[in-house]
């Protein structure tokens, strides 16, 4: 039971390159989100999604894009970075609505 | 969406000392979670509490959520408490406070 594993670590990009940040939760869990955390504050939610073939927008959602497919997959893109994207990026997951959330150790992403 | 603030927002503390955080939310919430965010920048879940009190050892929490707060209590507290304390609330689409860095010197 690996729990979400996000991949990669690390990442160096150019503006304008595109990139897919992988998320994968072996736990079978429904719910599934991801968030951006930037220097001095908390996580802020880019997008969501409450099972297979359902996302849906957070907070933050301009410039990231997501799918879907399968219970255990739940990939971010970014089609053309830019550098305000630079940042730490976080996926998590949860069984149900009212269970607490299993994050992963996180991307740390940099857009040059 | 809810706003969460956290205070205070920097705590430097002698190691043996007690604390408490505090966090404040705009609207009622069905979910309340406590997070430590370690200097590796892992997030670890300290507390599920939408209301009442709960312990895990030398932490413990308490939400009154008819008057919209929580509060995080460590006690004793140790070199290896020291990060950032994060409160979020409302479900799977947590909206999270600004954190509050602790610093414990030994």
């Known amino acids: 039971n690996a729990g979400v594993t996000q991949t990669p670590k690390f990442q160096v990009l150019k503006t304008g390159q595109s990139m897919t940040l992988q998320c994968a939760q072996d736990m079978n869990h429904e719910y599934m989100s991801w968030y951006r955390q930037d220097p001095g504050m908390g996580l802020r939610l880019i997008h969501y999604s409450v099972g297979a073939g359902i996302t849906d927008q957070g907070e933050v959602p301009n410039g990231y894009n997501v799918s879907r497919s399968t219970t255990e997959d739940f990939p971010l893109r970014l089609l053309s970075a830019a550098p305000s994207q630079t940042s730490v990026y976080f996926c998590a997951s949860s069984p149900d609505r009212a269970t607490p959330q299993h994050f992963g150790d996180g991307t740390r992403l940099s857009i040059l | 969406g809810i706003q969460v603030e956290q205070s205070p927002p920097d705590l430097i503390l002698q190691e043996g000392a007690n604390s408490t955080l505090r966090c404040n939310f705009s609207d009622s919430v069905n979910n309340l979670q406590w997070f430590h965010q370690n200097p590796w920048g892992q997030l670890i879940n300290l507390f599920y509490i939408p209301s009442g009190t709960k312990q895990n050892g030398r932490l413990s929490a308490t939400t009154v959520a008819t008057e919209r707060y929580s509060l995080l209590y460590i006690s004793s507290s140790q070199t290896t408490d020291s990060g950032v304390y994060f409160c979020?609330?409302?479900?799977?689409?947590?909206?999270f406070g600004a954190g509050t860095t602790v610093t414990v010197r030994a």
């Open positions: 979020a609330v409302d479900d799977y689409k947590l909206s």
